[in-house]
């Protein structure tokens, strides 16, 4: 099995930046997709950013051009760099590690932006 555990969200000023990490353990070498989720108050949780192991990587189309994902060769650490951050990103940001049997989350980090 697979754990995991974000670290990296905080309060931070509309046009800052945060760096987010997800370190994963246990059979690692077992997660075919690396990705980053957001659920803001009252809405559903949507897809930021994904890596998956044959190399395609997706974007939420608000954060392409601010946000960037990446990881470790070992597939055991990813990482959300946010840029020029808006206060409608403001969520709980969730890392996920997907494999063909299992479906896994951290247990959120918290973002907020202020004007």
């Known amino acids: 099995q697979v754990q995991l555990v974000e670290s990296g969200g905080g309060l931070v000023q509309t046009g800052g930046s945060l760096r987010l990490s997800c370190a994963a353990s246990?059979?690692?070498?077992?997660?075919?997709?690396m990705s980053w989720y957001r659920q803001a108050s009252g809405k559903e949780r949507e897809l930021v950013a994904r890596?998956?192991?044959?190399?395609?990587?997706d974007y939420l189309e608000d954060v392409r051009d601010r946000f960037a994902i990446s990881r470790n060769p070992a597939r055991n650490r990813w990482y959300l760099q946010m840029n020029s951050l808006k206060a409608e990103d403001t969520a709980v940001y969730y890392c996920?590690?997907?494999?063909?049997?299992?479906?896994?989350w951290g247990q959120g980090t918290q973002v907020t932006v202020s004007a």
């Open positions: 246990g059979r690692t070498a077992s997660i075919a997709a």
């Open positions: 996920n590690a997907m494999s063909s049997w299992y479906n896994l």
């Open positions: 890596f998956t192991i044959d190399g395609r990587i």
